[in-house]
């Protein structure tokens, strides 16, 4: 809770601050300010200062410009905007508020005309108000002072950035050197002395080089073109305010001893300056602002012992120690300082050509950054971020030199946090990962493939990444094909549903196909099996699967590949195969590939080891569904059987007849129905369990559906009552279809035998088979009459022909045929049934009461009669 307390007590003080102060500043129109970060300029003194005759303690004063962070509104570029308030100066008398001011306006006057790479740039002009000085520059990370500690003007708490901020001896070798060559520049160039070199007025950019600054007490050479440069004197003044007149502690000691300066002085400047950043911030001497101590320490610089000089690296200490020499002559001038022994670092040099490489062609900058991975391995990652990264970024915009450039980049992006990264080095890729030429680049993504993925973020992995990768699909290069291949299964957690069925799988799978490297589609298929896991079953069953069997090559490697796939398929437990594509689709195409003649003997065994597994789930899976099937069918007929069993012992069963081996054979196929067998199926039934089938292996949702429309309809029936069978009711007379013509042929035959006169033995009449021998007794009644009195006869049994008898009708009829037939006969013919009962023997059929009667004697017919009745 402290620390969100201060951030926001910091905020909001920043926050009143600007609105305290820049409202009314011109700067605000074009510039947006967004936080106190530093503080800079003139020197900062302890000082004792009287007014109205009345003494304060010492005071420390200084740094009276805030630099605060921000950018321009029209571009959004970062810059940094100095604001130097006005009631800083309340608590001093009017003339030197007055002097101090016209001081300042003078140094940003100078500093805006000013233009080289070591000077400060200005992006905005000063700007007065009623409150405040401002302008803008490039982006500031601090002044050289802050960074050696001191702290005044500057935001509370410290930004942190700056805590615990250390220089490293290459940002101290190549700085030292930036402000060698911006004094050349000022001495040689412009013939300028900047008359105030301290860590006040040294300004360290955002990207880690250092700007001079502080022009409020710079000198102009007055001289014609061919004469000497001559830069008049001013004396210093004890009465003006010491923070209207230059730092005492980094003054050269001839302003004082001889009352004259030269560019000398300013190299004495930075040779006490090299001493203070050796010495925790801490110059030579102390002067506090008072010119009498300045005086007397400047006389003292004549015997400077050596122990003061021990903090100075051995490489520079001899330089510094003429630097400080009381003779102006015998210090050496910017341009041989520049060119010491000391600046010959690798590192310094690293630096020094990144920041001229804007001279270069592009063959020097490829040697150059062909060797520069080497020199970032022994550099910083301080100064590899802010120094070296700015420099390569600039090359962006030249493609040729990008395949250069971007491997430097993304060797530091390895040591980077994930917010560096994102702060100082994606912003910068985004539109390099768009650029398809030259095709280096996407190589070099692809190689670094692992190390954008860790560090980018999820969305801009979405965003940036994967259009990049989609475009390394379509790519002709085949090494770029596999890379991208290789990588894509590290990330695919990123990846969401949609992108992966409608933009990556179906990219994998045209290149699979239409590829011509055997390489590529190898590596394709193992992307696809490694992409598994991240896809659902439907898809992989309705894309994957089905296109295997599209690859146009037969090749072993290829072969193997898709058999991988299959397994996969088969034994990840998300997945799975169903036994209809098995049985249909996978066992049809696998076959023909299990006797390719390239095959190893371990992909063959590889090959008929999945080919078999397959076999084995359809045939278990199959069997398992028909038993189930089978035993709820025998339970469905077990019951209607047992209701209608057939008791009746005189059912007639076929007699089993021994098989043959043709027999044999088809046994136990289900053909017993079609060859004339019992039609009983010889599928083993399925173990039942207290009468229920056994459901251990899953069902279809049909065949759940059906089995279970059967059990109901089985408990419906089994529901119903039980029928007890009742004594089925003959009926008196069944009807039956009548044959006319038998009919007629029997009655006609009966009307014979009864109706002719006796005949001897052996005589046919008609042809019947019935022959009989009649002996005729004396009747008064005369011829025809039959007598009453009985008489023997003798009855024998023929066949009759086949003309006479029907085919399904026996020859003697029942009473009720008779009946029928007797309006068919001739009047004089007829003849009451009753009178015409004659007993007749059948030998093996059952004769009905008609037929067993006695027989009457009847009155014999003529041949002409017979004839005319027959036709």
Known sequence: MDVLNRLRSTVSNTVSELLVVLPGNPVTREFEATCHIASAGPGSVSFIFSVACVFFPPVRAGLLWKIYRGYKKSTKQEAAIFVFEKRQLER??????????????????????????????????????????????????ASLANILGSTENMPSPLPSQLKNYKLFEVEIKYGLLQVGEGLAFLHNDVKLLHHNICPEVIVVNQQGAWKIFGFDFCIHSHNTQDSQPYWPFVEYSPTLHPMAQPCLDYLAPEYALTLSHSPASDMFSLGMLILALHNSGQPLNNNNGDWNSYKRNACELKLVPPSRLLCVTDGLREFVKMLLNVTPELRPDA??????????????????YLDSLFQWDNLQKSQFYKGLPQIIQNLPHRVCIYRILPCLMKEFVNPTMVPFVLPNVLLVAENCSREEYTQHILPHLKPVMKMQDPIQILLIFMQKMELLLKLTPAEEIKSDVLPMLYRALESDAQQIQELCLSVLPTFAGLIDYPAMKNALLPRI??????????????????????????????????????????????????LMGILGI?????????????????????????????????????QFNALMTVIKEMISRVEGEHRTKLEQLNSIQQESKSVPMNLTTNSNPSQLVPATQPQSDLDQMFSGLGLDEFMGGS????????????????????????????????????????????????????????????????????????????????????????????????????SPQGFGAFQTAPVSAQWQWQSPPASFMSPQQPVFTSPHQRSSLDSLLPAAAKLPMNRMQTPLQQPVMTMSPFQQSQPQQTKALSSSEINDFLS
């Open 92 to 141: 001093w008398p009017r003339s030197d508020r007055d002097a101090m001011l016209e001081t300042l306006r003078r140094g940003i006057s100078q500093l805006t005309r000013l233009r080289h790479p070591q000077i400060l740039i200005v992006q905005h002009p000063l700007e007065e108000s009623r409150e405040s000085l401002a302008f803008a520059t490039e982006p500031v990370f």
């Open 335 to 352: 341009h041989q300082f520049t060119k010491i022994e000391f600046f010959e670092d690798v590192g310094v040099k690293t630096l020094n």
């Open 679 to 778: 039609g009983t199926d010889a599928t083993p039934k399925s173990p039942q369990v207290n009468g229920n089938v056994n459901y251990n292996t899953s069902l279809t949702l049909k065949d759940k559906q059906r089995l279970t429309k059967q059990q109901e309809a089985q408990q419906r029936l089994q529901a119903q009552p039980i029928l007890s069978p009742s004594t089925p009711v003959q009926s008196k007379a069944e009807t039956h279809v009548k044959d006319l013509t038998a009919a007629l042929v029997e009655s006609n035959l009966n009307q014979m035998k009864y109706n002719w006169p006796p005949v001897q033995t052996g005589d046919q009449v008609g042809g019947t088979g019935w022959q009989n021998t009649v002996r005729p007794a004396t």
């Open 566 to 602: 299959y397994k996969l398929a088969l034994t990840h437990k998300k997945l799975g195969i169903t036994k209809e594509l098995m049985a249909t689709k996978i066992l049809p195409f696998l076959m023909p590939l299990s006797i390719e003649n390239g095959l190893t003997l371990n």
């Open 509 to 558: 799978k045209r290149l699979c196909i239409a590829t011509s490297y055997i390489s590529v589609r190898v590596n394709s298929l193992v992307c696809v099996g490694k992409l598994l896991e991240h896809l659902d079953k439907w898809l992989v069953l309705d894309e994957v699967l089905p296109f295997l069997p599209q690859i146009p090559s037969r090749e072993p490697a290829v």
